[in-house]
Every structure is written in structure tokens, then in C-alpha cells.
Antibody, heavy 119, light 111 residues
Framework: QVQVVQSGAEVKKPGASVKVSCKAS????????ITWARQAPGQGLEWMGW????????NYGKKFQGRTTMTTDKATSTTYLELRSLRFDDTAIYFC????????????WGQGTQVTVSS | QSALTQPRSVSGSPGQSVTISCTGS?????????VSWFQHHPGKAPKLMIY???RRPSGVPDRFSGSKAGNTASLTISGLQAEDETDYYC???????????FGGGTKLTVL
């Protein structure tokens, strides 16, 4: 069955970088895309970007352009999200999810990765 | 893009129906039939309930239905059950499908 499994919790200092992984299984990886979103404490979902493996396009949310990089290792069906120059308000649960390229439905979500920025 | 606008909270009694609205600008919705709705229990993975405005993934009860009129999409939950109590988010594509925008989320309370 479709599974999207993320890496474990991270604690980082302000100014550092964090890299979260998202491993997919149970489907043809290159027929879909992966999107990233986050949820800060007490806040709603915030979209960060998405990568389509259909045409290798990567789109970042305006707020995250320049500070975020999404990369993929197709051999292991793993996508990575790197966020640099961390600030206290980057503390959040980070989610990855599969996007079906034909319907654009975000249909399978990872369990979330807690990233805490603390001095 | 600014977030899509949802009511902060809605409520209903068991067995009743509730509707959650999601309003965006024309650039969020115009020509795009890719509105989705997610159920999200805090601390857990969001669950897709509706996609492409009206379509339900397999396994989602037909008590959940979606619609759209102009710049407002709606999620209707009929026959409310206690287990439906949680947060719901809408989302859509914008900027020629290069970006995704979420609603601010609606907390559903089953009285």
C-alpha cells in the first residue's frame, strides 16, 4: 500500500539548517509529485512548495524562495526538504505528501516531522 | 497569495448537517477545478476527504460532499458523528498550478 514516511524530530539553533527526508513506497514514484507544508503551533497549514517528477519542475512558495531547497533521490524514492537560516518561527511540524499529477490531488501524507528551533 | 478564507469554527448536533465554506479570489479559483478538503486531527497526518471540488477518495464516507459556486467552495458533512469533530482545511491551486494555497482551517464541534 502507499506509504509516505518522514524522518524523525529535529532540534536546531537559530541560524542553522535542517534537512527533512520523505520516503515513498507502494507506488510508481516518478508518476507523482511530492509537496511540503508545515503547521506552526496553534496555526493552520502553510504550503512550502512542490516537486513534480513528471516534468522535474520545482515550485517554491514565495515566502520560502531562497531559503528552501527540495531535492530527490529517485533511486531510493526519497525527497528532501532543506530549510536554511532557521528562525524561532520556523518551529513547526513539517509534512510531505504525494500529489497525483493527473488529478493534482494531495492524497497521501507523511506522519509529520517536528522541527524545533531553540537557543 | 493570501490564504483562502474559512470560518474559524462551525458546530452541529449528531445527525445534523454542517457546511464549511472556503472563499478565495478569482485568481485562486477561476478556471481551476482542483479544490480539495482535508480532515486534520492535530498531531496526525491530514486526510484527503474531497478532491477536484466534488470527488471522494475511496474509503471516505458519502456523508462528505463538496461543491463550488463562483469564488466559494463548500464542504458539507451530513449525518454528523462524534468522530467528525476536528479541523478541516480547504486548498486550491493558483498561479497556473505552480502554487498551492490553503484555507485558514475550520474547527468542527459536534455538540
Amino acid at each position: 500500500q502507499v506509504q509516505v514516511v518522514q524522518s524523525g524530530a529535529e532540534v536546531k539553533k537559530p541560524g542553522a539548517s535542517v534537512k527533512v527526508s520523505c520516503k515513498a513506497s507502494g507506488y510508481i514514484f516518478t508518476s507523482y509529485g511530492i509537496t511540503w507544508a508545515r503547521q506552526a503551533p496553534g496555526q493552520g497549514l502553510e504550503w512550502m512548495g512542490w516537486i513534480s517528477f513528471y516534468n522535474d519542475n520545482i515550485n517554491y512558495g514565495k515566502k520560502f524562495q531562497g531559503r528552501t531547497t527540495m531535492t530527490t533521490d529517485k533511486a531510493t524514492s526519497t525527497t528532501y526538504l532543506e530549510l536554511r537560516s532557521l528562525r524561532f518561527d520556523d518551529t513547526a511540524i513539517y509534512f510531505c505528501a504525494r500529489i497525483a499529477v493527473n488529478t493534482l490531488a494531495i492524497d497521501s501524507w507523511g506522519q509529520g516531522t517536528q522541527v524545533t528551533v531553540s537557543s | 497569495q493570501s490564504a483562502l478564507t474559512q470560518p474559524r469554527s462551525v458546530s452541529g448536533s449528531p445527525g445534523q448537517s454542517v457546511t464549511i465554506s472556503c472563499t478565495g479570489s478569482s485568481s485562486d479559483f477561476d478556471g481551476y477545478n482542483y479544490v480539495s478538503w482535508f480532515q486534520h486531527h492535530p498531531g496526525k497526518a491530514p486526510k484527503l476527504m474531497i478532491y477536484n471540488v466534488t470527488r471522494r477518495p475511496s474509503g471516505v464516507p458519502d456523508r462528505f460532499s463538496g461543491s463550488k459556486a463562483g469564488n466559494t467552495a463548500s464542504l458539507t458533512i451530513s449525518g454528523l458523528q462524534a468522530e467528525d469533530e476536528t479541523d478541516y482545511y480547504c486548498c486550491s491551486y493558483a498561479d497556473n498550478y505552480t502554487s498551492v494555497v490553503f484555507g485558514g482551517g475550520t474547527k468542527l464541534t459536534v455538540l
